[in-house]
């Protein structure tokens, strides 16, 4: 069966997808392009209302497409899937599949009963009390330079806003010794960089889950991992992350400098209102102890605009924490009420035009970080990791894609290389684009 992902949300949903192909793979199905595919996956969030009603669209954009097709279907996973369960199947016929985020470790079995008996449907959607290991059977081909790898599932920190405890579960810990085996049978098929993800990646080994490995001791062991040239992790929550990792900064060379540290906001009233258990002070002092330990760190964060309660004076408050601690760049949201979170019955609520008005200062304000942080990397110099080809040509022609240690988008030309995915080129910056770098590449220095 062909069968094609769509993902959307955050980056442990890309992580499960690039997972789920991998193993499908593996047992005979067959990855394609949309037009061509029976079976259609979709990775579905809910942390914002946006993206869930963006899944209604995509269910019946899908289904309006491939109508005349008898053997098309869907399965449903990710967090919308978790919230909704089967419900989706009464209003969308072509959902065959329901599976939340501890289900995924069973879907490609239940993907391969469904090829097998048309009429069937199912769900997946029990919450299991320790991380439900996955199976690491690998394709043949050589994999894409840059992989995620999870670490962890769920949460237990209950912030005032997210559903993220209520559809990923409680933490669970995955084993440190399955984590470097998949690090290293990754690395063994071309991976270069990984990324460890989790809710919250700093209380890692924590819960009962854990094997007593701490998240500081995880870094040593996959920066040992031959052929691992570069490590990143999101996303951490400040409350709990320590000494011993900010010093990982210092130490690994492996450990890239590039943190996203969300805040959420600038108010230490506001703070306590979402129940994040640290105030402007606390993440001052982080940021800190990171650029002590690594003062060429480029940090991103998470901003919240318009919680309940949020004054004009809060919101001042956060434009003043985002230039003092000049983020390199910031996801950034309007507050909406999730079902069944402790926000949700808050007062006063923040009318939509101040929210709106809110968020584009706020938006105007990182851009411009953003653009100033670019435009200072012209001149410099920095290993890029290539990605694959660049859909941007220059000058001299086809042009590759790759990454700064910063995490930065560099394209440059490589001439004469036919395959160029997977090495690290030194490359000089030429120029400064919008959300970009424009590199040319250098002789290396050896």
Not at 274 to 293: E, F, N, S
Request: proline letters at 6%; hydrophobic letters at 40%.
């Amino acid at each position: 069966m062909k069968f094609h992902v769509i993902t959307m949300g955050c980056q442990m949903n890309v992580g499960d997808g690039d997972w789920l192909t991998r193993s499908l793979q593996t047992t005979g199905f067959t990855p394609a392009p949309e037009h061509e595919a029976d079976l259609f996956i979709l990775f579905t969030c809910s942390v914002r209302e946006k993206p869930e009603q963006k899944v209604a669209s995509e269910l019946g954009r899908i289904a309006d497409r491939h109508r005349d097709n008898p053997n098309a279907c869907v399965a449903v996973g990710g967090c919308v899937a978790q919230q909704l369960g089967t419900s989706l199947w009464r209003r969308f016929p072509m959902v065959r599949l329901v599976f939340g985020t501890d289900g995924i470790a069973a879907a490609p079995r239940a993907l391969a009963r469904l090829a097998e008996e048309p009429g069937l449907r199912l769900s997946l959607l029990d919450f299991t009390e320790s991380y439900p290991e996955r199976d690491q059977s690998w394709p043949e081909d050589r994999l894409p330079p840059r992989a995620f790898v999870s670490i962890m599932q769920g949460c237990d920190n209950y912030c005032a806003y997210c559903i993220v405890p209520f559809v990923r579960g409680r933490q669970k810990s995955r084993g440190a010794a399955a984590v470097v085996e998949e690090c290293r049978n990754l690395a063994e098929r071309g991976v270069r960089e990984v990324t460890l993800l989790g809710q919250n990646v700093n209380s890692y080994g924590l819960d009962a889950s854990g094997d007593g490995t701490s998240f500081a001791r995880l870094l040593d062991a996959v920066a040992a991992v031959p052929g691992i040239a570069r490590i990143r992790f999101t996303t951490s929550h400040p409350k709990d992350l320590s000494d011993d990792v900010i010093e990982r900064f210092g130490s690994l060379p492996q450990l890239c400098p590039a943190l996203h540290l969300p805040v959420q906001s600038g108010s230490d009233r506001i703070l306590r209102r979402m129940g994040r258990r640290y105030d402007t002070a606390d993440y001052r002092r982080l940021v800190a102890k990171l650029r002590r330990a690594r003062p060429d760190l480029a940090l991103t964060t998470d901003l919240i605009v318009g919680f309940p309660g949020e004054t004009e004076a809060d919101f001042k408050e956060t434009l003043d924490l985002v230039r003092e601690v000049r983020f390199e760049s910031g996801f950034s949201f309007m507050y909406g009420d999730r079902p069944g979170t402790a926000s949700e019955r808050l007062e006063p609520k923040i009318a939509p035009e101040a929210k709106a008005a809110r968020l584009a200062e706020l938006q105007t304000l990182l851009d411009a970080g953003l653009t100033a942080s670019l435009a200072a990397r012209v001149g410099t110099s920095a290993e890029i990791l290539i990605e694959g080809p660049s859909r941007r040509d220059g000058a001299a022609g086809p042009s590759w894609r790759g990454r700064d240690p910063w995490g930065r988008i560099v394209n440059l030309p490589l001439p004469g290389h036919g395959d160029a995915a997977g090495t690290i080129v030194p490359a000089r910056i030429v120029q400064a684009k919008k959300h970009s770098l424009i590199g040319e590449a250098e002789a290396r220095d050896d």
